[in-house]
């Protein structure tokens, strides 16, 4: 099994609302991270986790909470986001943060907010 | 910081032609470069990847790439395309330490039937 599966696919939220975005994957990957992406341009590295520790928070804004509750699960919390935090939101894994081994992405949930 | 450019932003080809997606690296230490592929309302999936050895990469759906140090490029061929290959295609490097990568802006390939 090579899936990385994300759940929900699409989610549209008011400003003030609270919604969580949810990741799984059953390789037995010790590294995990979330992507946020704009149309038409490439992935832009948000967390990274290793080992269920976040290892690398690339300056995102606090209304992003990301939560690594066991080796399979990714979640991200999201709260009180702004409309050009729309974007698709893709998780990934690896076998261990590592530059020799690829990264399985997601299908990535599209999130709209308005 | 590394850095990966995809000079081409739209690739039109015909149907049963050959392509070539040109991809080239800033670096000066040691590189582990990777094509994916991103169809369309789709994640990310990788085509080939370069560690080591041998320049020229085998990988999925008939694609390859040729790794030349010298030119610093990692350019994506395939020698017959299908319809089913429209895709954004994303040359990366990989960080020394493996933490991400550094992704190109993309070459949005367009295959005409």
């Known amino acids: 099994d090579t899936e990385v599966t994300q759940t929900p696919k699409h989610l549209v939220m008011g400003m003030t609302n609270k919604k969580s975005l949810k990741c799984e994957q059953h390789m037995g990957h010790r590294a995990m991270y979330w992507y946020k992406q704009k149309a038409k341009k490439p992935p832009e590295l948000m967390f990274v986790y290793s080992y269920e520790k976040l290892s690398i928070n690339e300056s995102v804004p606090s209304r992003f909470s990301p939560e690594c509750p066991n080796s399979s699960l990714l979640n991200l919390h999201l709260h009180a986001l702004q409309p050009e935090d729309s974007a698709l939101y893709l998780c990934?894994?690896?076998?261990?943060?590592?530059?020799?081994?690829?990264?399985?992405f997601g299908p990535g949930t599209r999130l709209t907010v308005t | 910081a590394q850095s990966v450019t995809q000079l081409d932003s739209q690739v039109p080809v015909f149907e049963e032609a050959p392509v070539e997606l040109r991809c080239n690296y800033s670096?000066?230490?040691?590189?582990?470069l990777f094509w994916y592929v991103q169809y369309p309302n789709q994640g990310l999936q990788l085509l080939l990847k370069?560690?080591?050895?041998?320049?020229l990469v085998k990988g999925i759906n008939g694609f390859e790439a040729e790794f030349n140090k010298s030119q610093t490029s990692f350019h994506l061929r395939k020698p017959s395309v299908h319809i089913s290959d429209t895709a954004e295609y994303f040359c990366a490097v990989s960080d020394p330490d493996g933490n991400q990568f550094y992704f190109g802006t993309g070459t949005s390939l367009t295959v005409i039937p």
């Open positions: 670096s000066s230490v040691s590189v582990y």
């Open positions: 370069y560690l080591s050895g041998s320049t």
């Open positions: 990934a894994s690896s076998q261990v943060v590592s530059r020799s081994y690829e990264q399985y």
